[in-house]
């Protein structure tokens, strides 16, 4: 249900994008700004909930100021990044992102076991590679704006790199999605659905990717469809109601918001109110997001450490008044 709410948005606002103003554009950046602050943010508000699962069990009762420090220093990192190094920012961020996205699609797309890490990647991207390919310049001044003053050699270098990287990631992706196709039509029933079902909303998300502004296209994808269904899962994994889950997110959520504020009060002011706007947004989101992506990227390997914390302690021989049993 959610995939097809998504898929007629994505027309609707391929439609409309024939009809865009850019004397509109302030207004999309004020929406954008809002839709990440109510819906992509709170994605992201439980990561100490979360890493509480993961690091207790190694750490202790150290876990939270290890997560705190290693949370807020990494968003710090990345936020001198944009300064220092605004390049290396973009592009890590960039394909941070499509690697991470292409994770939230643990069963999609199907093909070659040694592939799919490849093809989830390919398709992760697509709302990077996309906008890349048919709206360079639109990308080239979004990046503009958030960069600071002066690095626009810096920000033509990394869209160069990711535009190369993307003509390479898109066939890969067309492969993924022909091969879902083909594995379907032979498929019967409830699985049959939910691959054709992902076949057209990826041919949806491109088209929007392609033809609608990257400022809304990305709107939809990481509001609408990545976020939305984070959350989603989210209040399944802690089994509460959706009010609870809103309670439970809101302080941190609220805290993110205050600081990127406070940000963008004191050093990411932009050209004009809608470039500071940008440039909050974006600067803020990436500093968030990467922390999140690491803790959750690393998940795998603590898991896999307590699992052999455990079964050493399972395998330890236990020790009698006569010796080892």
Not at 201 to 225: E, T
Not at 263 to 279: D, H, K, M, P, Y
């Amino acid at each position: 249900m959610h995939a097809a709410s998504v898929i007629l948005l994505s027309w609707a606002i391929i439609g409309a994008a024939f009809f865009f103003s850019q004397a509109t554009a302030g207004a999309t950046a004020g929406v954008l700004a809002a839709l990440v602050a109510m819906v992509g943010l709170p994605h992201g508000a439980a990561d100490h909930r979360f890493a509480r699962t993961l690091l207790e069990p190694v750490l202790g009762m150290a876990w939270l100021p290890v997560f705190l420090a290693g949370y807020l220093g990494v968003a710090a990192l990345v936020v001198c990044g944009w300064y220092v190094a605004p390049a290396a920012t973009v592009v890590v961020f960039f394909l941070a992102s499509a690697w991470h996205f292409g994770q939230e699609e643990p069963r999609l797309p199907i093909g070659p076991r040694s592939l799919r890490p490849l093809f989830r990647f390919a398709r992760g991207g697509l709302v990077i590679w996309t906008p890349l390919v048919f709206h360079a310049n639109d990308v080239a001044a979004i990046l503009g704006l958030t960069a600071p003053v002066g690095a626009g050699t810096a920000i033509q270098n990394a869209i160069s790199l990711l535009t190369a990287c993307s003509w390479m990631m898109l066939p890969l992706a067309a492969a993924g999605w022909t091969l879902q196709g083909l594995v379907a039509s032979g498929r019967t029933g409830q699985r049959r659905r939910v691959l054709l079902a992902d076949n057209a909303l990826v041919a949806s998300l491109v088209m929007l990717f392609a033809i609608a502004s990257p400022l809304v296209s990305f709107l939809v994808y990481f509001c609408g469809w990545h976020s939305a269904r984070g959350l989603q899962r989210l209040r399944r994994e802690l089994g509460e109601s959706w009010p609870e889950l809103a309670r439970s997110l809101a302080p941190l959520t609220v805290g993110a918001i205050a600081l990127v504020g406070l940000a963008a009060w004191l050093v990411l002011g932009g050209a004009g109110w809608n470039g500071t706007l940008i440039r909050a947004t974006f600067v803020g989101l990436s500093a968030v997001a990467v922390p999140h992506l690491l803790l959750h990227g690393v998940a795998p390997l603590c898991e896999s450490l307590v699992r052999r914390r455990s079964q050493s302690l399972h395998l330890k021989p236990q020790m009698t008044l006569g010796g080892t049993a």
